[in-house]
């Protein structure tokens, strides 16, 4: 009898070790999929692998978390939020070239905050972490770009690109905005 105890026990013990990794991987699972929305599942697509995928999520966050990401100054934040509008104004004029200009426009206050801005795939990555819902909007709007410049681009196109990349700006210019309104600690305890 002690034997047959002694197995049991060590079944019950294993089926539940089985069952809280199963239930710490789901939950970490939820964790990504809450976090990422959207980018989550364009991950998990792309791999083709769950696992996969949100190895590749979890990768992202610790690349980001070792850059030195930080919102614009209050003074840059203002000077790009000026050339915004003037991107904006000046699609009716020249489309293409308003989209050429969101582009760098982006890149600049990319580069401004500390994102490495060298390879493309790589910036959409490393902006996912914190801005998932922006990332494919910016992708969108860097495959129209592309496209505009082999001349492949409608005028519908490149309107849907300009209000892509400026979900991208305002989520650039709303960090600054969240960083120099939000109260600093000793502010919080006066």
């Known amino acids: 009898m002690g034997t047959v105890l ?4 060590i079944v019950v013990v294993v089926l539940a070790a089985v ?3 199963f239930m710490y991987q789901r939950r970490r699972s939820g964790e990504l999929q809450q976090r990422f ?3 989550y599942e364009r991950t998990v697509e792309e791999s083709g692998d769950r696992r996969g995928a949100e190895r590749e999520l979890r990768s992202r966050e610790r690349r980001v978390s070792k850059l030195d990401i930080t919102p614009l100054s209050p003074g840059s934040a203002s ?3 000026a050339e915004w509008a003037e991107v904006r104004q000046s699609f009716v004029d020249r489309p293409a070239g308003a989209v050429a200009d969101a582009d760098r426009l982006v890149l600049r206050m990319m580069r401004e905050s500390g994102y490495p801005v060298d390879e493309f795939d790589q910036r959409v990555n490393d902006i996912s972490v914190e801005h998932p819902e922006v990332a494919a909007h910016y992708r969108d709007a860097h495959r129209v770009a592309v496209a505009d ?3 492949e681009a409608g005028t519908e196109d490149l309107r849907q690109a300009v209000t ?3 979900q991208l700006v ?3 210019l709303h960090d600054s905005t969240d960083r120099h309104t939000r109260p600093t600690s000793a502010e919080e305890q006066a």
Do not use: K, Q, W
Request: hydrophobic share 45%; charged share 20%.
């Open 164 to 166: 892509a990349y400026g």
């Open 170 to 172: 305002d989520a650039l």
């Open 37 to 39: 929305g959207p980018e």
């Open 6 to 9: 002694t197995i049991v026990i």
């Open 149 to 151: 410049s082999r001349g």
């Open 79 to 81: 000077a790009y939020e």
């Open 19 to 21: 069952a809280l990794l």
